[in-house]
């Protein structure tokens, strides 16, 4: 299994950013994939990006593209978010998770460890 934790949520007003952290520990993680996921209040999970721990391969939500990064540092076995030109509509909590598989996928269910969240408010 793996341990995450996140941090770095806020409140923001639009236009602003936030860079998320995933601090990762319990093995290694060179045949996972990692995964930003959030929920609004009376919503579903859904998933914002994901990224590949050996290679480096990315997936983004259309909701997000071009606005959100994702990066992880193998040495600090760290994941990030960096969210940028924040809109209302990004409202969340903001769950990282990971699957032992070296593939991005968007289901939640094919994630099996996951962290306590961390809220992010945006305003207009």
């Known amino acids: 299994q793996v341990q995450l934790v996140e941090s770095g949520g806020a409140s923001v007003q639009a236009g602003g950013s936030l860079n998320l952290s995933c601090a990762a520990s319990?093995?290694?993680?060179?045949?996972?994939?990692m995964g930003w996921f959030r929920q609004a209040p009376g919503k579903e999970r859904d998933f914002v990006a994901g990224?590949?721990?050996?290679?480096?391969?990315?997936d983004y939500a259309d909701s997000v593209k071009g606005r959100f990064t994702i990066s992880r540092d193998k040495d600090k076995k760290t994941v990030y978010l960096q969210m940028n030109s924040l809109k209302p509509e990004d409202t969340a909590v903001y769950y990282c998770?990971?699957?032992?598989?070296?593939?991005?996928?968007?289901?939640?269910?094919?994630?099996?460890?996951w962290g306590q969240g961390t809220q992010v408010t945006v305003s207009s």
């Open positions: 990224i590949t721990w050996s290679g480096g391969r990315t």
């Open positions: 319990g093995r290694t993680l060179s045949s996972y994939t």
């Open positions: 998770a990971a699957r032992g598989s070296s593939a991005v996928v968007s289901a939640w269910y094919r994630y099996s460890s």
